[in-house]
């Protein structure tokens, strides 16, 4: 299993949108609405956004957004924030009781 | 409140093995999978596999078939999570994450495991 395909960094202004991708193969992404999105700042645990493509956890706010085309997931960040400035990890399921991680991309606010 | 609360840094030598526990409370502990993920310094997460500890059955990665050891005691609602042949590339933080839905939603605080000789 290869990791899932993200970019190595994006970056916006306070207030903008940022858009990551997750490129997969048909096998995971592409097969199964089992994506899931982790942020994840300087020394601390991971944690959770968007689990099963598009549904948020409570507490997570609402500018955090999942979606899902053929192979390729992604998280929108809407109305950047200081702090949404963190590195950020797709997963999805890749059958047998399988699932595998992004390469990570670092959000930046500028 | 739902808590996993990991074991202290290791440090060992190469060739030898590391365990790593994890102590879940504050939910049905047979209700939710296991997951252990680990993360090398700068590096990404990687997802190394998972328990049902309901069962105890496990699934790894293919990476780490053979050198790793997923293990569970009901009795004291924690997990156990045994590397071995340890190499150089094996130093980095191990995370264990109670699955839930498609995603990870909670996380221990991580052991950080360091191989040198």
């Known amino acids: 299993q290869s990791a899932l395909t993200q970019p190595r960094s994006v970056s916006a202004s306070p207030g903008q949108s940022v858009t990551i991708s997750c490129t997969g193969t048909?096998?995971?992404?592409?097969?199964?609405?089992?994506v899931s999105w982790y942020q994840q700042h300087p020394g601390k645990a991971p944690q959770l956004m968007i689990f099963?493509?598009?549904r948020r956890p409570s507490g997570v706010p609402d500018r955090f957004s999942g979606s899902k085309s053929g192979n390729t997931a992604s998280l929108t960040i809407s109305g950047l924030q200081a702090d949404d400035e963190a590195d950020y990890y797709c997963?999805?399921?890749?059958?047998?009781?399988?699932?595998?991680f992004g390469t990570g991309t670092k959000v930046t606010v500028l | 409140q739902v808590q996993l609360v990991q074991s202290g840094a290791e440090v060992k030598k190469p060739g030898a093995s590391v365990k790593v526990s994890c102590k879940a409370s504050?939910?049905?502990?047979?209700?939710?999978?296991m997951a252990w993920v680990r993360q090398a310094p700068g590096q990404g997460l990687e997802w190394m596999g998972r328990?049902?500890?309901?069962?105890?059955?496990?699934s790894s990665a293919q990476k780490f078939q053979g050198r790793v050891a997923m293990t569970r005691d009901t009795s004291t609602t924690t997990v156990y999570m045994e590397l071995s042949s340890l190499g150089s590339e094996d130093t980095a933080i191990y995370y264990c994450?109670?699955?839930?839905?498609?995603?990870?939603?909670?996380w221990g605080q991580g052991t950080q495991v360091i191989v040198s000789s």
């Open positions: 099963d493509v598009n």
């Open positions: 994450a109670r699955n839930s839905n498609s995603g990870y939603d909670f």
């Open positions: 328990i049902d500890p309901s069962g105890g059955s496990t």
């Open positions: 504050g939910y049905t502990f047979s209700s939710k999978y």
């Open positions: 997963c999805s399921y890749a059958g047998d009781a399988i699932y595998v």
């Open positions: 048909s096998s995971d992404v592409g097969y199964y609405n089992y």
